[in-house]
């Protein structure tokens, strides 16, 4: 089953028609329906109490202290430039929380979440990366509620492609 992290749209747009030519060259057909695409997703009451959580600490602690030293690191810095002329230095959390996490209320989230379907072409599974909350775990469940209850209706009423599943459980 293809699997896409959230690297920028092109990226996206460009590992689909990966998929596609690795599923010809061996007859298979490759099935946007078993498509699953990752990003980090925040929802809360409004954006700007999204983006607080977003700020918070497991979140910035991950990236800070292990993503974006290993993606330096590796120079795949260009694959998170939404534009190639953005200055390295400027690629940090507020960058990641402007283009690349999916932060803010059930209509914002919902909206990029329709958005990265449409330019994606449809996908399948949307997979959410976690974080260690065990320090305060409530919003980060609030957030997981939300997404499952009041954003993928939005979402599925709203795609032209496969329905999102919401395989969320009481935690």
Not at 79 to 98: G, M, T
Request: aromatic share 8%; with cysteine; charged share 25%.
């Amino acid at each position: 089953m293809p699997l896409s992290f959230g690297f920028t749209e092109a990226y996206i747009t460009d590992h689909w028609q990966t998929i596609q030519a690795g599923a010809d060259s061996t007859g298979r057909e490759a099935k946007r329906s078993e498509w699953r695409l990752v990003r980090d997703v925040i929802v809360a009451k409004t954006d700007e109490e999204a983006q607080l959580l977003a700020r918070s600490e497991p979140m910035m602690r991950t990236l800070n202290e292990l993503w974006l030293p290993r993606v330096r690191a590796r120079g795949m810095l260009p694959l998170f430039k939404h534009e190639h002329c953005i200055p390295d230095e400027a690629v940090d959390a507020e960058y990641y929380i402007r283009h690349h996490w999916f932060v803010g209320s059930v209509d914002t989230v919902a909206e990029k979440i329709v958005g990265l379907d449409e330019l994606s072409g449809g996908f399948g599974t949307l997979l959410i990366s976690a974080f260690d909350c065990s320090e305060n775990p409530k919003p980060w469940r609030e957030s997981l509620c939300m997404l499952a209850q009041e954003v993928l209706p939005r979402v599925n009423a709203d795609r032209k492609s496969t329905r999102l599943n919401s395989s969320h459980r009481s935690i």
